[in-house]
């Protein structure tokens, strides 16, 4: 994060913003398949580029890439699958 605390766990969403900066989350600077030199920056097969990768987009590949801080602990298998779950829902 640009301030660099540690994304908050669970789903991002779209316009969510950090409570320490009150930067957007939902970028794809945050993303798990955002790799720069790849083809649009990104390992998912986007189908619309997305500029500017340090705004808020609506790109529904979107996962947190989580990094654990220290002291942090990383979601486990469940945890993961419950929110993706959820997600599904909207909620």
Same mark, same amino acid.
């Given at each position: %994060?640009?301030?660099?605390?540690? +994304?908050?766990?669970?789903?991002?969403?779209?316009?969510? +913003?950090?409570?320490?900066?009150? @930067?957007? +989350?939902?970028?794809? @600077?945050?993303?798990?398949?955002?790799?720069?030199? +790849?083809?649009?920056?990104?390992?998912?097969?986007?189908?619309?580029?997305?500029?500017?990768?340090?705004? %808020?987009?609506?790109?529904?590949?979107?996962?947190? !890439?989580?990094?654990?801080?220290?002291?942090?602990?990383?979601?486990?298998?469940?945890? !993961?699958?419950?929110?993706?779950?959820?997600?599904?829902?909207?909620?």
């Amino acid at each position: %994060m640009f301030c660099n605390s540690p +994304l908050p766990q669970g789903k991002i969403h779209f316009r969510d +913003l950090c409570i320490d900066c009150g @930067r957007e +989350l939902h970028i794809c @600077r945050h993303c798990f398949f955002y790799k720069p030199g +790849l083809y649009r920056d990104c390992a998912e097969t986007v189908p619309d580029e997305v500029r500017d990768k340090e705004r %808020m987009n609506f790109c529904e590949y979107f996962r947190p !890439a989580w990094k654990p801080q220290a002291g942090g602990k990383k979601p486990s298998a469940s945890d !993961a699958a419950r929110d993706a779950f959820s997600g599904l829902f909207g909620s």
